[in-house]
């Protein structure tokens, strides 16, 4: 990954010292650059190289080859030989992914921008894209593309943050406890958001109370009389407060949150719905998305937009405005028949949501319904009974026809025919190499005008279905 500060050129000395790291200086030269990268093969004359490590590789390895392409500054934890006899510059550190956050946290300071600061185990992308679209009707925005929420990518999201920006719309991501601590350090937001409690990464933390508490680390960096938002209809999160910070409530069940949706219609590619909080209510609010469960998001962003000053019918177009991206929930039409697109990631609270905007969809539009679904992946021990638990789902909205791919996947059959699903309505295939199988049964099924939903945990590739289908449709 690549990135441009924002700020323009910044000096081997400033970086140094924002990320706590010694300069060794090189030859005498021009001590400034550009860009950054932490890909040896992205890296050139005014390109500064961070030498991470990782899992399987070490950035340090790769020192020799930044070095050829004429890299001439290095972030890296110790000096190797190809280096020390290089004329280029070092700064080392202790940790360089931790620098990273340093050095983002340090450039933050030349900004003048408000930071939001997004985290949940589902919706974390559409609500961020969300508040974003909202606070661009007023204010220039800045938020990480696509889902750069990691330890590396959120930073280096920081680092590309225009300087005339107002707010800045960050997502953190986690997989462990510590992670949400250090992405909200780096970034000290003044308004953060914990979309839900879900059931992603059971295997790793063992509890959704575990998950909670990872995500809870929010408020490490949040500001002092910054504000936090949650959901109330999440028993979770209900009772979560806090004397250098206040926290908000947003729901579609209970009438005395403070933020408060009611009358939600669904409609084919539209959601319809009015928000009570205490400075009045806003009628017929509406967003170019399907389902109950958008309207959360919709909810942070209304909220985030009331707390940033900003009046109802700017805060309406701004929702209004908002389009998913990539391959969250893409509905469109192709050959005949409907798809929606929502391969990115997947997780049970995600997957039974997307199952009702088929439902939804089909009832809406009298046409027949078609959920092609695949594994979930990161779910612990609790993954057959989580898997289980989505095909019981199915019959509930009465899809048509399932069809499941990858081994733990079987499972969701399994839920559904306990539920009453026939055995003729449902198509397994429990090996996610093979997703040319699932679409060529998938094939011998359709009929014109069927809507077919496409879901499945990002490593299972389920895009593959859709394009081995586009081709032969």
């Given at each position: ?10 000096s ?10 010694v ?6 030269g ?6 950054l990268c ?9 390109t500064?190289?961070?030498a ?8 340090h390895d ?9 890299c001439r500054?290095i ?26 956050s ?13 930071n ?11 609500t ?15 938020c990480?593309?696509?889902?750069h929420?990691s ?10 943050t225009p300087?005339?920006s107002?707010?800045?719309?960050l ?7 510590g ?11 003044q308004?953060?958001v ?12 063992g509890?959704?109370?575990n998950?909670?508490?990872a995500?809870?680390e929010?408020l490490c960096?949040?500001?002092?009389g910054g504000?936090?938002l ?11 407060r806090g004397?250098?910070?206040r ?22 590619n539209?959601t319809?719905?009015d928000i ?5 209510e ?7 998305i399907?389902g109950?469960?958008?309207?959360y998001?919709a ?5 985030t937009g009331?707390?940033?000053g900003?009046?109802?019918d700017?805060?309406?177009?701004g929702?209004?405005?908002y389009?998913?991206?990539g ?13 929606i697109e ?15 905007v ?6 809406r539009t009298?046409r027949?319904?078609i ?20 095909g019981?789902?199915?019959?509930e909205?009465?899809?048509d026809?399932?069809?499941t ?15 009453g ?9 429990p090996?996610a ?15 014109k005008g ?7 945990s ?6 593959r279905?859709?394009d081995?289908?586009?081709?032969r449709l």
């Open positions: 990954m690549k990135i441009h500060f924002s700020i323009n050129q910044i081997f000395g400033t970086l140094a010292r924002l990320c706590g790291g300069l060794y200086p090189g030859a005498v021009r001590m400034a650059v550009e860009y932490t890909d040896s093969r992205e890296a050139d004359v005014d500064v190289f961070v991470l490590r990782g899992e399987r590789v070490d950035g790769f020192i020799g080859a930044a070095l050829a392409r004429g500054c972030i890296c934890e110790h000096r190797t030989e190809e280096l020390a006899a290089s004329d280029a510059s070092a700064i080392v550190v202790n940790d360089s992914e931790l620098a990273l340093k050095l983002a946290n340090g450039y933050r300071q030349y900004l003048s921008c408000q939001v600061g997004v985290t949940g185990s589902v919706g974390k992308t559409t961020k894209d969300l508040i974003a679209s909202v606070l661009s009707e007023r204010y220039e925005t800045f990480t593309s696509g889902n929420n330890l590396v990518g959120m930073p280096l999201s920081m680092l590309e300087p005339r107002a707010w800045s719309v997502e953190m991501g986690m997989s462990d406890f992670e949400i601590e250090r992405l909200s350090i780096t970034a000290e937001p308004i953060a914990i979309t839900n409690i879900g059931s992603s990464h059971m295997e790793t933390l509890s959704r109370e998950i909670c508490r995500k809870l929010i960096g949040l500001r002092a504000t936090l949650l959901s109330a209809d999440e028993p979770l999160l209900e009772n979560v004397k250098s910070y926290t908000l409530y947003v729901s579609i069940q209970r009438e005395n949150a403070d933020f408060f949706a009611k009358n939600i219609r669904v409609e084919p539209l319809y719905f009570v909080w205490e400075g009045g806003a009628k017929d609010l509406c967003m170019r399907m109950r469960h958008n309207v998001a909810l942070y962003a209304f909220a009331i707390l940033a900003m009046d109802v700017s805060i309406r177009r929702l209004y405005a389009q998913p991206r391959m969250r929930q893409h509905i469109y039409d192709f050959r005949d028949i409907t798809i929502d391969c990115y990631n997947a997780s049970p609270e995600s997957m039974i949501a997307a199952v009702d088929l439902g939804e969809y089909s009832r009298g027949r319904s959920a092609v679904l695949g594994t979930m992946l990161a779910l612990g021990s609790d993954s057959p009974a989580l898997h289980r638990k989505v019981e789902h199915l019959p909205k009465k899809i026809l399932l069809f791919l990858g081994q733990e996947a079987d499972q969701i059959a399994v839920g559904a025919r306990q539920k699903m026939a055995t003729e309505q449902i198509e397994k295939n090996m190499d093979s997703p040319e199988k699932t679409a060529q049964a998938l094939l011998a099924e359709l009929k069927d809507v077919v939903l496409f879901k499945a990002r490593a299972i590739g389920m895009e279905v859709i081995y289908l586009k081709e």
